[in-house]
């Protein structure tokens, strides 16, 4: 399901759940278990990445469409939710310097995942996107949170309001990506930076990250409010009618 790495320095965190990577409990479960030990690790640099053709399809829809039969969906979407927000929290607050590298598909809660990294670098023919309004719900997982602040409101509304699907090179235009490369070097390039930043002075590193992070907004509400709508729209009929059409394609 995941493996993990720790050599000179880098910790690389492979996600391999075939055939996308999709989001289930036990697949944050192990993640959560990978970042125990970085976290205990002396990595300064931890790479997120697949082995799989997508980085990471987001949620998994099968689970939660399964989600209708409990006796409150909107309940039980609040606690996969918050099982989300809690594993990426914990990414973006890591000590190490976190970097994406998106090799594929990440939509949904895998761009969120992404989202949740320092930096992210991609492919060009990679495929990024939150298409959650598809399927009647909405990017709650840090999504809405996380994008608007990382490319501002226009792009969030661009990519979250119409679905859109933005490759690789788009992605760094917009500002969503640091660094695009061909898939064929992505894996290459992508541990040349990590090198480069692992041979940095971790106590600046860690001092940087918290610099930057203070200069966004204190308030995080908006999480809150992800959260609380995304239960919400569980409770509506389009939502089940949607989501049960998308295994109907």
Not at 6 to 30: F, K, Q
Not at 81 to 88: D, E, G, I, P, S
Request: aromatic letters at 4%; one cysteine or more.
């Amino acid at each position: 399901m995941i493996s993990l790495t720790i050599e000179n320095g880098i910790a690389a965190l492979t996600l391999s759940r075939p055939p996308v990577n999709a989001l289930d409990e036990a697949m944050l479960e192990a993640v959560n278990g990978a970042l125990d030990k970085v976290e205990a690790s002396d990595a300064r640099v931890l790479i997120l990445q697949s082995d799989q053709k997508s980085f990471c399809a987001g949620a998994d829809l099968a689970m939660i469409n399964t989600l209708f039969s409990a006796p409150s969906p909107s309940e039980a979407m609040r606690g996969y939710a918050a099982r989300l927000h809690a594993t990426f929290d914990r990414i973006e607050a890591l000590p190490q310097v976190s970097l994406a590298v998106i090799n594929g598909h990440a939509l949904g809660g895998g761009l969120e995942l992404a989202l949740s990294c320092d930096m992210r670098i991609a492919a060009e023919e990679a495929s990024l996107g939150l298409p959650e309004a598809a399927v009647g719900l909405l990017p709650g997982a840090g999504g809405t949170q996380r994008l608007t602040q990382l490319c501002g409101p226009g792009v969030a509304r661009r990519i979250i309001l119409s679905a859109e699907r933005i490759n690789g090179a788009e992605a760094e235009r917009v500002g969503l990506a640091q660094w695009v490369f061909p898939r064929a070097t992505l894996a290459e390039e992508a541990m040349a930076i990590a090198t480069r930043i692992a041979g940095l002075s971790p106590a600046s590193l860690q001092a940087s990250k918290r610099c930057i992070a203070a200069a966004g907004s204190p308030e995080r509400a908006g999480f809150a409010l992800e959260q609380r709508e995304i239960c919400a729209l569980m409770n509506l009929d389009e939502t089940r009618q949607r989501i049960a059409g998308f295994f109907k394609r």
